[in-house]
C-alpha cells in the first residue's frame, strides 16, 4: 500500500471561507457580481497598502488588461523576466507585441538589473526608441531587486508591472511585492499561498487604470440602456462565488506565509549541510513568502546525485516535485525573440528542484521527504 500522496503545494482551507460562500448562496449572489467581490477588492488593496483592486479570473489575464492600459499594441517591445512561468509573457503574445527577455541575477533568482539596463541600451541602439514595458516577476515568492529595477526603468521611462502572482505577502523593506510598479498582479490559482480556486488581481494606485481594468474585464460594455461596444473587451471578473473564498483566504494569509517558511527553516536546516545543495537566502530587508522551497543541486558535489535522480526518488514515495521553471528563451515557440542571457537561469532549470511547500503540510510530512533525500544522497555517496 502506498504511502499518502504528498502534494507541491495544495490548497489549504481556513474556517471563514465556506461562511462567505454561504453567504453568497444564501443572498442568491451567484452571479459574476456581487459584494463579496468589492469586499475582496478592499481588502487586498488594504492589505498591501495600495489604493485600487480589481479583481480578475486570473493573473495572465491582469497582465494581459495591464498591458492594455500602458498601451501597447502591434510591434512594440516589452521586456519580461525569462525565468518565470509562461503566463508572464504569453500575453505579450496577446498583444502581438514583441517579448525582450532578459536573464536574472544569482543572489534571488530573478532579473538581473545590470543586464537589464544594457538590454535597454542595446534595443534603443537597434530600434530607436525604448521598449514599451517592462514585466518584472518575483519568482517562487523571492522578491526580485525591485528597488534597482525601477530605477533602471525609471531613467528610461519604461513603465514597470510587477508579476508578484507567485509573491503574495512577500516584501521588501517592509513594501508589499506588487507595489513598487505602476501596476502589479497577484494569481489565486489552486496552488497558490491562498487561492479563490481560480483567480487573480491587479493593483495600482492609478484609479482610472484600475477602473479601466474592471470595464475592460466586463465586457467593455458601454453606459447605456441597451448593450453598447465600443472597443473590444474580455470576460476576465472573477465571480462573487470566488471572491467569497478569497475573503476567508486573505484571514489567514499572514499565517500560511509563517507555515511555508517554517517548512523552508527545515529543510534549510537539514538538507543545506550537505555537499552540492543550495538555498536562495533573503537580501537584508527582503522577505519571501517561500511560495515554493527551491534548491540546486550540484551532481559534481554530491557524488552524482542530480535534481532529477531526487525528484525520481520522491515520486517513487508518492511524492511530488517539479525541476524550475525551464526558461523562456529556451522554450520553443519564444526562442526566435530577443533575450539578454548569462546563463544563470539555465543553471537554475539544469539543476533546480522544487520541494513540497504547502502550508498543510506536517513536520511528519516534511521529515518524510527528507528521509528519502538523504537516503538517495547517502546511498550515493557511499557507492
Known sequence: MKNERIYLSSPHMGNSEFQFVKEAFDTNWISPVGPHITAFEEALA?????????????????????????????????????????????????????????????????????????????????????????????????????????????????????????????????????????????????????????GGALVSDNQEWVKQAKFLATQARDPAPHYEHSQIGYNYRLSNVSAAIGRGQLLVLDERIAQRRKVFHRYLEKIAPREGFEFHMEPDTFISNRWLTTVLIDPARTGGVSHETIRLALENENIESRPLWKPMHMQPVFKSFPAYTNGYSERCFERGLCLPSGSNLSTADVDRIIRVMDMVTTSRVSA
Do not use: W
Open 46 to 198: 488594504g492589505y498591501n497598502s495600495v489604493a485600487h483592486c480589481a479583481a480578475l479570473s486570473s493573473g495572465t489575464a491582469a497582465i494581459h488588461l495591464a498591458l492594455i492600459i500602458l498601451g501597447v499594441q502591434q510591434g512594440d517591445e516589452v521586456l519580461c523576466s525569462s525565468f518565470t512561468f509562461s503566463g508572464s509573457c504569453n500575453p505579450i503574445m496577446y498583444q502581438k507585441a514583441v517579448p525582450v527577455f532578459v536573464d536574472s541575477e544569482s543572489e534571488t533568482m530573478n532579473m538581473d538589473p545590470v543586464l537589464l539596463e544594457e538590454a535597454i541600451k542595446d534595443r534603443i541602439r537597434k530600434t530607436g526608441k525604448a521598449p514599451k514595458a517592462l514585466i518584472v516577476v518575483h519568482l517562487y515568492g523571492m522578491p526580485a531587486k525591485i528597488r534597482d529595477i525601477m530605477t533602471v526603468a525609471r531613467n528610461y521611462g519604461i513603465p514597470v508591472i510587477e508579476d508578484a502572482a507567485e509573491a503574495l505577502g512577500s516584501s521588501v523593506a517592509g513594501k508589499k511585492a506588487g507595489t513598487f510598479g505602476d501596476i502589479g498582479i497577484y494569481s489565486f490559482n489552486g496552488n497558490k499561498i491562498i487561492t479563490t480556486s481560480g
